[in-house]
């Protein structure tokens, strides 16, 4: 007989039986954008969506999280790296990751 781990590996109706953790099912269900940290990064030439969560002042809520965020704004808190980390960290239809907050107004 087969090794039962290797059975279970291949076999396709077996792995789609996923439990989900109550407090990890919000993570899984939900995408980058139904997140309040999901804004648009304006710059000179085009609008790019990002997450606003790696910068310390919005995270913490200190601040109130605009829909719109000027990119000279945000190189001034992150730099260019955490820029491009804040662009390619998420999508519209990704999941959301460790940081997720529903929006209040999901209509925004």
Do not use: W
Request: glycine fraction near 8%.
């Amino acid at each position: 007989m087969s090794n039962t781990t290797d059975y279970y590996r291949r076999n396709y109706l077996y792995s789609s039986h996923r439990l989900f953790i109550p407090e990890s099912r919000q993570k899984a269900v939900n995408t980058c954008a139904n997140c309040r940290f999901y804004i648009i990064i304006v710059g000179r030439e085009e609008k790019k969506m990002g997450c606003a969560a790696l910068i310390p002042k919005y995270f913490d809520m200190e601040r109130k999280i605009p829909a719109e965020i000027d990119i000279g704004d945000f190189l001034k808190e992150i730099g260019k790296v955490g820029l491009q980390n804040a662009i390619t960290c998420c999508g519209e239809h990704l999941n959301a990751c460790g940081l997720f907050q529903p929006r209040n107004n999901p209509g925004c």
